[in-house]
């Protein structure tokens, strides 16, 4: 299912080794939305979904799973948002939330938008 037909769902995986921290990345791009997981162990910790709005530039977001005070799934959904103009989710389950970590993080995001726009 790696690479679906337009209209599909398309997923696509990837990894990469931050701070000597292997870090993986599950994409999975649906009609309108995307969903984005992002984690070194399979869990499902938290869950926050953003989404553009007309009324304002800052889209709009809500954690849905997991500790509202962690807003790092919360941010980058809101980033990612603004971005691409879909509807995101992303859950975000690494210890590390330390803001240099997340913008690596983000910046490997971005490196694999670029490199495969079709994914996302």
Known sequence: MEG??????SLHN????????LVHFHVMRLTDSLFLWVGATP?????????CSRYDSIPVSTSLLGDTSDTTST???????RKTNKQVFVSYNLQNTDSSFTLLVENRIKEE???FPEKF
């Open 4 to 9: 679906s037909p337009a209209g599909g769902v």
């Open 14 to 21: 990837f990894s990469a080794r931050l701070w000597e921290q």
């Open 43 to 51: 869990h499902l910790n938290n869950l926050a979904v953003a989404m």
């Open 75 to 81: 941010g980058l959904a809101q980033r990612l948002a």
């Open 113 to 115: 938008m670029a490199a």
